[in-house]
Every structure is written in C-alpha cells, then in structure tokens.
C-alpha cells in the first residue's frame, strides 16, 4: 500500500517557476514508478511526467518536454516535478500516481495509487 500527497502548488505569473512535491508513504515506495498527471477544468486527465523506481528512466508529455523536470529521493520517499517557463495552459490541477511497472504508454486507469492533487494556477 501507498499513500500519496501533494505540495508546492500555488498561483504564479507566466514565466515564474513552481516545484511540487509528492510525498509517500509505505515501505515500497522505491519499488513505484511515479507519475504526474493534470486536470484542467471541463477537461480530461492528462499525462505530465513519469520515472521509474531507480529514477533512471523518465519520460515527459510534448507539452511540458524542456520545461518540466520530473526526479526522485527515495531515501525521502519523495518524487519532484520542477516546473519552469509556466504558461497559462498550465494551469491544473497536478496528481501524482504510482504503479509497479514502469510504462511510457500507461493511462490514468492504469495507476493504483493517487494523491488528492494541488492547484497551480498561472496568470497571464
């Protein structure tokens, strides 16, 4: 079992930086691969960023790739999602999810744990 919670959201201009936090729970959590996913109001969940349990895999969506960086600490049981260059269409609410494999293509359903989620909002 994991339990997952997000921090770091907040409301920031075009252009600033943000970092958020995924803090877990739960003896295992080394053995997750963490992803971040984002909703946007009236929109679907979408995919943001995942690594796997070593941290040496990551893969990014197209539109956060040179922005967004997603790492970990496991020894802090700790997954980051720093995000710099933020634009208004960023704006959402951020989740972090775990599964055990590691998947580029893994949907939302796919992910057996999440976190409440925390807003970033970006004025422009």
């Known amino acids: 079992q994991?339990?997952?919670k997000e921090s770091g959201g907040g409301l920031v201009q075009a252009g600033d930086s943000l970092r958020?936090?995924?803090a877990?729970?739960?003896?295992t959590f080394s053995s997750y691969s963490i992803a971040w996913f984002r909703q946007a109001p009236g929109k679907e969940r979408e995919f943001v960023a995942v690594i796997n349990w070593t941290g040496?895999?990551?893969?990014?969506?197209d539109s956060v790739k040179g922005r967004f960086t997603i790492s970990r600490d496991n020894a802090k049981n700790t997954v980051y999602l720093q995000m710099n260059s933020l634009k208004p269409e960023d704006t959402a609410?951020?989740?972090c999810a775990?599964?055990?494999?590691?998947?580029?293509?893994?949907?939302?359903?796919?992910?057996?744990?999440?976190?409440?989620?925390?807003?970033?909002?970006?004025?422009?």
């Open 2 to 4: 994991v339990q997952l």
């Open 20 to 22: 958020l936090s995924c």
């Open 24 to 27: 877990a729970s739960g003896r």
């Open 56 to 61: 040496s895999n990551t893969y990014y969506a």
């Open 93 to 95: 609410i951020y989740y």
């Open 98 to 124: 775990a599964k055990r494999a590691y998947s580029q293509a893994a949907s939302s359903n796919d992910y057996d744990y999440w976190g409440q989620g925390t807003q970033v909002t970006v004025s422009s």
